[in-house]
């Protein structure tokens, strides 16, 4: 799974840099978990994904899942997606 952190100026003051490190947490338990999928997460942050620049509304921070793009993302969304995509489904 990988999972795509803005740091544009925007996303950054808004808490990409907390949403990066929540991320960062959450895959040393998803490691140590065997009710997670042995599945790699891969954390990569861009530089801009431009998700603001095409529109006038307040959308950062902005992570993307896989392809999921989340807008105005909290820890809470964004680790629910990773966890509910991880899980192993019994």
């Given at each position: ?70 807008f105005k993302a909290t820890g809470q969304i964004v680790m629910e997606k990773i966890m509910d995509k ?5």
């Amino acid at each position: 799974m990988k999972v795509k952190v803005c740091m544009g100026s925007n996303c950054t003051l808004l808490g990409a840099m907390n949403l990066l490190d929540q991320i960062e947490s959450l895959r040393e338990l998803i490691e140590e978990n065997k009710e997670y999928k042995d599945e790699e997460l891969e954390i990569e942050s861009i530089k801009c994904l431009g998700y603001c620049k095409e529109t006038d509304e307040d959308i950062s921070p902005v992570v993307i899942v896989d392809e999921d793009v989340i807008f105005k993302a909290t820890g809470q969304i964004v680790m629910e997606k990773i966890m509910d995509k991880m899980r192993i489904k019994s």
